[in-house]
Nanobody
Framework: QVQLVESGGGLVQAGGSLRLSCAAS????????MAWFRQAPGKEREFVVA????????YYADSVRGRFTISRANAKNTVHLQMNSLKPEDTAVYYC???????????????????WGQGTQVTVSS
C-alpha cells in the first residue's frame, strides 16, 4: 500500500484560495491514476477531480470545474489541487487517492482507488 499524506488545508473566507498537496511514497508513483475526493459532515465521500498517470487526462466534478485545478509532479511524487473561488459548500475533509493496481473503473468511483490519505480539513466561511 502506497502511503499518501495530504497537506494545505485550512480556514478561508468565501472567494479565497487554497492549495492542497498530496505526497506519495510509492516508487512507481508516475504510473498511478490519482484523484481527490471530499467528504462533508453527514455526507458520503464524493469525487472532486482525477488525473491519469500520464497527466494527459483530467476529470472534474461539475461542482468544481473552472475553480479547481489538479496537477502532478511525478518526479517529486506529488499531486496538487489548486482551489480558487472557494464556496462554503466546498467545506469538507479532502482525501488524496491512488489507483495502485490499474483498476479498470470509472475515475469518479471510489472502487478504483486502493490507497487513501488521512485527509486534510478545508473550511470555507461565509
Amino acid at each position: 500500500q502506497v502511503q499518501l499524506v495530504e497537506s494545505g488545508g485550512g480556514l478561508v473566507q468565501a472567494g479565497g484560495s487554497l492549495r492542497l498537496s498530496c505526497a506519495a511514497s510509492g516508487r512507481t508513483f508516475s504510473t498511478y491514476d490519482m484523484a481527490w475526493f471530499r467528504q462533508a459532515p453527514g455526507k458520503e465521500r464524493e469525487f472532486v477531480v482525477a488525473i491519469s498517470w500520464s497527466g494527459s487526462n483530467t476529470y472534474y466534478a461539475d461542482s468544481v470545474r473552472g475553480r479547481f485545478t489538479i496537477s502532478r509532479a511525478n518526479a517529486k511524487n506529488t499531486v496538487h489541487l489548486q482551489m480558487n473561488s472557494l464556496k462554503p459548500e466546498d467545506t469538507a475533509v479532502y482525501y488524496c487517492a491512488a489507483d495502485t493496481e490499474g483498476i479498470q473503473d470509472d475515475y469518479y468511483s471510489t472502487r478504483k482507488y486502493i490507497s487513501w490519505g488521512q485527509g486534510t480539513q478545508v473550511t470555507v466561511s461565509s
